[in-house]
């Protein structure tokens, strides 16, 4: 079965620093995507970032990043200089090219002034 | 401006009415989706579609049924509404490799 998994339930961190939200995976394909969602409070889902398997350099957008592990199935999301606007619900996600995606349970990040 | 539409945003309905959910998206993708989601939750998928007359049931189990008669709609629909049915919806539409999700129907029921 394939699987994804964030072990941070909820995260805070102070306005202008670093976080890294954490999310493992299992399959057992070879080629698939990797997605950060972030939904902001009662706000439409967007997507933060995306990461193609097949591809060893780690998807950097501004200032967020990945840490993509190709061996270990892990794919962390590093935010840098935080702001009070990534206070939001972030799911880690997973397609094997389908379209269809299989989510984390999601990590609430706060970020504080 | 290609986007993807949900409404209504929020209803409140008593036990026993019979609901649609509108979605529809201007972008011109095959495959949509429709998502379960209670209040600060994890995503539940509960019923895909990859084309026009093509409808599945996602891993969640769910009583309501959808539609895809055309390829920029995909209604939801509950033929009797009850308390457990109170959820956040979330349609979505994609490319192979990103979905785009629509705003959300917020479902009360009492």
């Known amino acids: 079965a394939q699987t994804v998994t964030q072990s941070q339930p909820e995260m805070s961190v102070q306005e202008a620093e670093t976080v890294t939200l954490s999310c493992t995976y299992d399959?057992?394909?070879?080629?698939?995507?990797l997605f950060w969602y972030k939904q902001p409070p009662s706000r439409q889902m967007i997507l933060v970032i995306r990461?193609?398997?097949?591809?060893?350099q780690n998807a950097t957008e501004n200032r967020f990043s990945v840490n993509f592990q190709k061996a270990a199935k892990s794919f962390s999301l590093k935010i840098s200089d935080s702001q009070l606007g990534d206070t939001a619900m972030y799911f880690c996600?997973?397609?094997?090219?389908?379209?269809?995606?299989?989510f984390g349970q999601g990590t609430t990040l706060q970020v504080k002034p | 401006e290609a986007d993807i539409y949900q409404t209504p945003r929020y209803l409140v309905i008593g036990t026993g009415k019979k609901i649609t959910l509108e979605c529809s998206q201007t972008?011109?993708?095959?495959?949509m989706y429709w998502y379960q989601q209670d209040p600060g939750m994890e995503l539940h998928l509960i019923h895909y579609?990859?084309?026009?007359?093509?409808?599945e049931k996602g891993d969640l189990s769910s009583e309501s049924t959808v539609s895809r008669i055309r390829t920029e709609h995909f209604p939801l629909t509950l033929e009797s509404a009850r308390p457990s049915h109170t959820s956040q919806y979330l349609c979505?539409?994609?490319?192979?490799?990103?979905?785009?999700f629509g705003p959300g129907t917020r479902l009360t029921v009492l």
């Open positions: 990461q193609e398997a097949y591809k060893q």
């Open positions: 972008m011109g993708h095959d495959k």
């Open positions: 579609s990859y084309g026009v007359n093509s409808t």
């Open positions: 996600a997973f397609t094997p090219w389908t379209g269809k995606l299989i």
């Open positions: 979505a539409s994609s490319t192979l490799n990103e979905q785009f």
């Open positions: 399959t057992s394909e070879n080629n698939y995507y």
